[in-house]
């Protein structure tokens, strides 16, 4: 919110910045606190919403001695702690006491990537460098780890671990500037545990990022293939490899454990019930994840590229793949050649109706193989984020969109005002 209202009004409101900061750092210290119960940055349980991907029903605890330790929790809080230290470091421009913040909070970002990265002594990787994929864990009693073989967006939150920063942000930080120097290029204990490297782009810019160059290349053709967690509407939950693939075997503490792809209402009561993680289109993780591949792609540039499984292996860009991605997001409510949205069931008023069918639901999840509109129907702000997609999608070509449809001549009103406000012919605060 703080880097839009500055896009849109040419600063940034500080105090806004530092009200919410304060608050975030005691939801950041109940998570260092109170969901690392053994105190080796590894992270467990707390509702970040993922928590319905699993092979048990995590609302009954797992046997006494036996532990998840999950790779989307461990990953959500060293995403956090890169969202805090570039937040203080926006606000030591003015303020240089926020610089000790900015260096505590990096460190504990460092130190988390070192247990997710498999270098700590006192927890394996949550990395599977045989399937190149971030998978949970279950410790037992004597201490082993099992894997959960299940592919899922759970492995996709490291991604969103992600942060540029720019020399304006360096500029009054000489303590935090050292401390990058001394862990250049992701080092920590002599190993390389996270993609920070010390180089700047061709911009001054600077990478902090969870997921490395390598990684990026073995975990991304799997989001760009049709036939894992790419569909027609965005980023499976789960991939559609488990629609065969549901067998795991036998987990300790679980049992048979088993997997079931389902692209739209839960088959099951357990989880939650119809509220699914398990093969549905989330908005807002697949809209997290197409930043996490912009910031990528304005570090790296285009000469950074990956295969896309989807355009037949073709290489592509970081900010292709982002723009793929959005674009299937955006189908959910693009007319097809049938003259249908896809969010809406065929005989709905919003469908054809002229006093509705310019009228937008907004859902808590999409069918990933219809785009149809689940569950429940109040998450405007969720859904709200397409129209940011669309604009990026016609960005570049807003002079000329707007020379072809002038005035009530867009297709829609949502369009419209979409177009006002980014051309800042709006003055609501959007």
């Given at each position: 919110m703080f880097r839009a209202e500055r896009v849109q009004r040419g600063q940034g409101d500080l105090h806004f910045l530092e009200r919410v900061m304060h608050k975030l750092l005691m939801n950041y210290t109940w998570w260092l606190n109170k969901k690392d119960k053994d105190d080796n940055n590894i992270f467990e349980?707390?509702?970040?919403?993922?928590?319905?991907?699993?092979v048990y029903d995590r609302s009954k605890p797992l046997p006494?001695?036996?532990?998840?330790?999950?790779?989307?929790?461990?990953?959500?809080?060293?995403?956090?702690?890169?969202n805090m230290t570039v937040m203080a470091l926006e606000l030591a421009v003015e303020d240089s006491d926020y610089e000790e913040i900015a260096i505590q909070c990096y460190a504990q970002f460092l130190s988390i990537a070192n247990v997710i990265s498999g270098h700590a002594v006192e927890c394996p990787s949550l990395w599977d460098p045989q399937d190149g994929f971030f998978k949970d864990l279950i410790m037992d009693p004597d201490g082993q780890c099992h894997r959960i073989d299940v592919?899922?967006?759970?492995?996709?939150?490291?991604?969103?671990?992600?942060?540029?920063?720019?020399?304006?942000?360096?500029?009054?930080?000489?303590?935090?500037?050292?401390?990058?120097r001394e862990h250049e290029d992701g080092m920590l204990d002599r190993h390389t545990v996270c993609a920070c490297p010390e180089r700047e782009n061709a911009r001054g810019e600077h990478l902090l990022a969870l997921v490395g160059n390598d990684r990026l290349l073995r975990i991304l053709p799997r989001v760009l293939d049709e036939k894992q967690f790419l569909s027609p509407f965005g980023v499976r939950s789960v991939s559609k490899i488990h629609a065969t693939r549901r067998d795991l075997g036998t987990l300790p503490g679980v049992g048979q454990a088993v997997i079931e792809y389902a692209p739209g209402e839960s088959d099951s009561p357990l989880f939650g019930g119809n509220s699914n993680w398990r093969g549905p289109v989330w908005m807002p993780v697949n809209y997290a994840l197409i930043q996490a591949l912009e910031k990528f792609h304005r570090f790296f540039g285009d000469s950074f590229t990956v295969a896309a499984p989807c355009l037949h292996d073709r290489q592509?860009?970081?900010?292709?793949?982002?723009?793929l991605i959005a674009d299937r997001l955006v189908n959910i409510f693009r007319r097809g050649e049938n003259g249908l949205i896809p969010a809406f069931p065929p005989g709905s008023p919003f469908q054809r109706d002229p006093h509705w069918r310019?009228?937008?639901?907004?859902?808590?999840?999409?069918h990933a193989d219809t785009g149809q509109g689940l569950g429940a129907a109040h998450q405007t702000g969720w859904t709200g984020l397409v129209v940011n997609l669309m604009l990026r999608r016609y960005r570049s070509d807003i002079p000329e969109f707007w020379r072809k449809h002038p005035g009530n001549q867009i297709p829609t009103a949502h369009a419209q005002a979409a177009m006002q406000t980014t051309l800042g012919k709006s003055g609501n605060r959007t």
């Open positions: 349980g707390g509702f970040l919403g993922m928590d319905n991907i699993s006494p001695g036996y532990s998840l330790k999950q790779a989307d929790a461990t990953a959500g809080v060293a995403m956090l702690a890169l592919f899922s967006f759970v492995g996709l939150i490291p991604l969103m671990a992600t942060e540029v920063i720019d020399r304006r942000l360096l500029a009054k930080v000489p303590h935090f500037r050292q401390m990058l592509i860009s970081l900010g292709a793949a982002a723009k310019d009228m937008m639901l907004f859902h808590e999840y999409f």
